[in-house]
C-alpha cells in the first residue's frame, strides 16, 4: 500500500505543461514537508522541489522559474506545475513527505509516492 497517491502525468510537446498532484492518505497524521523527486532511466533520483509545513519552498536549479510547487489548504495535497517543459525533464516523478502516521505520531519517516511518467517530447 501507498501512503501518497500521485497523478497529473503524461506526454507533452517541449514548450507545454503539465500539472502534478500528490495527495496523503489518512494514514499519515502530521507533515513536516512534502516535496517532488525524479528519476530519469540510468540516472539517480533528484529532488525537483519541496515546501515545508510552514511554506517555505525549495528548488532545483534547473527548474527555477519554470515549476512551482504549492499545497492545498489542509496541507495534505502538493502541486507542482511545470511550465516551458524540456526534453530533458523527462523522468518518472515521485511525491516525498516528511511525515508521521496515526500509528506512530511522534516518528518522523520518509513517505514515497509511486510514481508519475512525464515524457517531453522534441
Known amino acids: 500500500q501507498v501512503q501518497l497517491v500521485e497523478s497529473g502525468g503524461g506526454l507533452v510537446q517541449a514548450g507545454g505543461s503539465l500539472r502534478l498532484s500528490c495527495a496523503a492518505s489518512?494514514?499519515?497524521?502530521?507533515?513536516?514537508?512534502m516535496g517532488w523527486y525524479r528519476q530519469a532511466p540510468g540516472k539517480q533520483r533528484e529532488l525537483v522541489a519541496g515546501i515545508t509545513s510552514g511554506g517555505d519552498t525549495n528548488y532545483a536549479d534547473s527548474v527555477k522559474g519554470r515549476f512551482t510547487i504549492s499545497r492545498d489548504g489542509a496541507k495534505t495535497t502538493v502541486y507542482l506545475q511545470m511550465n516551458s517543459l524540456k526534453p530533458e525533464n523527462t523522468a518518472v516523478y515521485y511525491c516525498h513527505a516528511d511525515a508521521s502516521s496515526v500509528l506512530a505520531p511522534q516518528t518522523w519517516r520518509a513517505y514515497w509516492g509511486q510514481g508519475t511518467q512525464v515524457t517531453v517530447s522534441s
Open positions: 489518512r494514514i499519515i497524521s502530521s507533515i513536516k514537508a
